[in-house]
């Protein structure tokens, strides 16, 4: 006859004790990392989330980590938006406008672009405007201060709208690097391999590194009139960041378009004596219905205006079922707010790093189905049938002392599912997978779901299954917790 202590001898990791062994192994993990030329967009939203949780997996599984963000706030992206500002708009600012800081100069950066195309059409080489942005990025690295003090005032409106939209999502930075304060150390150490015959210097100037003995081709590190590149000021961050962590292991969060780029940046580090643990963790892109998403192009769903569309959204979901007559206006608010944002995070979690996805706001929400809003709606039963069962003074040293024999299959497969999620834990971290959380909490959810309908819990045949089952509701309401807090999810107690 299988018993509870079965189930539990079958399962090695059954409690944070046996699981969570003291790791000493110090990890970086970093995300993010936007251009100061435009908003947050729904294509930085699945680098977010999935750098997010994945700091959280690790930190739950007791490794040492430590999440950082590198903006990038220099180079041609952002010259190009300057000298937009410049010719288009230097008298404008963004609270005049009503807009938020990184929409204003998202908006210069598409200008820039728009006058870009039409002078190729036109073939007007001699005011090519790329020119101009490349003088303009010139005259920065050489500290010409009328295009500094642009720079600062326009890049500190993006500072003011990212950190607004990272308060929206909930996610915060341990650190926060700053490209134009870390390219210099780029630029002294290739010109110091250069020294060495590491590097090799062309008869424009340029400096470059040859990497085919690797089977790859030869990489621009400083161009000929000594600006910099994104691969130099990641040479330098990376020599930074084990200055400052010292780290066993450091994970950059980024798509997989940027494969090539990291493989040359690993071997580059190699071979100026770098030996660092690195690695690139991809992911593949995210895709609107009409095609991709082009920044350049306005083609982006910015990830301020979804959430404001996800939040009427829920809205609009919630009042269609009458679910919102019992709320005041400050807990709609708050259960629109968390709704949406949960919505968001678990429709990008739920797909597996390795394949695109195809973003529709409405699929997202929806109290049924392979939805966040679902899983956050079965803990809200759950929380309402203990509050009414009076089981807050239970302890978690209570025990399931239940004979198989008198479960359904569905109580089985719940406490089955109850006693594996530390064994999920484990590979999720193993593998840096927020897919293999989301999967395991929704399938939780949908079987006690199912018990919830085809069974009764206070009103159940005895006093005994009663116990059993309110019990079991409340282990169910624990993982359901644990699961989506390392999803960055919040949970809500009535919906």
Request: glycine share 4%.
């Amino acid at each position: 006859m299988t018993t509870i202590s079965d189930i539990k001898k079958k399962n090695k990791f059954l409690n944070l004790k046996n699981f969570l062994k003291k790791k000493k192994k110090k990890i970086v993990i970093e995300f993010s990392s936007p251009n100061t030329n435009k908003p947050l967009h729904l294509g930085h939203l699945r680098n977010i989330f999935l750098g997010d949780s994945i700091y959280r997996i690790l930190k739950y599984s007791g490794y040492n980590v430590h999440k950082l963000n590198l903006i990038n706030d220099r180079g041609i992206h952002i010259s190009k938006s300057v000298l937009s500002y410049k010719k288009f708009g230097s008298s404008k600012i963004p609270s005049k406008l009503k807009l938020k800081g990184d929409h204003f100069v998202g908006k210069y950066y598409i200008i820039f672009e728009n006058e870009y195309k039409n002078q190729l059409i036109k073939k007007n080489s001699k005011l090519n405007i790329l020119i101009l942005a490349k003088e303009i990025l010139k005259k920065w690295e050489s500290g010409d201060n009328r295009v500094i003090n642009i720079w600062n005032k326009m890049n500190q409106w993006v500072y003011n709208g990212f950190k607004s939209t990272y308060k929206k999502i909930g996610v915060s930075f341990d650190y926060t690097y700053f490209e134009s304060k870390i390219y210099l150390l780029g630029k002294t150490i290739s010109k110091a391999a250069l020294r060495k015959n590491i590097f090799i210097k062309k008869k424009d100037n340029s400096i470059w590194v040859d990497l085919k003995k690797y089977n790859l081709d030869k990489k621009l590190l400083l161009r000929s009139n000594d600006t910099s590149l994104y691969i130099t000021q990641d040479i330098a961050a990376s020599e930074l960041r084990y200055k400052d962590y010292g780290f066993d292991e450091s994970i950059y969060i980024v798509g997989s378009e940027q494969k090539y780029n990291f493989n040359i940046l690993f071997l580059i580090l190699k071979k100026i004596g770098r030996n660092y643990n690195l690695k690139h963790f991809s992911y593949e892109m995210v895709n609107l219905p009409d095609g991709k998403m082009k920044s350049r192009e306005g083609n982006i769903i910015d990830a301020d205006n979804l959430i404001k569309d996800m939040i009427f959204n829920s809205e609009v979901y919630t009042k269609k079922l009458s679910k919102n007559i019992l709320f005041s206006k400050n807990e709609l608010k708050d259960i629109y707010n968390k709704i949406s944002i949960g919505a968001i995070k678990y429709f990008i979690l739920k797909v597996s790093s390795n394949r695109k996805i195809l973003f529709n706001p409405k699929d997202s929400i929806n109290f049924q189905g392979d939805t966040g809003p679902f899983i956050q709606y079965v803990y809200a039963r759950i929380f309402s049938i203990l509050k009414k069962s009076n089981i807050f003074f239970l302890n978690n040293n209570l025990s399931i002392n239940y004979n198989l024999k008198n479960l359904n299959f569905i109580e089985i497969k719940i406490i089955e599912y109850i006693y594996i999620f530390y064994r999920v834990l484990k590979e999720s971290s193993e593998k840096y997978s927020p897919f293999i959380i989301s999967k395991y909490v929704l399938d939780l959810s949908k079987y006690y779901n199912r018990l919830y309908n085809k069974l009764s819990i206070l009103k159940s045949e005895s006093v005994n299954t009663k116990r059993f089952r309110i019990y079991l509701s409340y282990k169910v309401s624990e993982i359901i917790k644990k699961s989506m807090k390392i999803l960055g999810i919040d949970i809500l107690e009535k919906m």
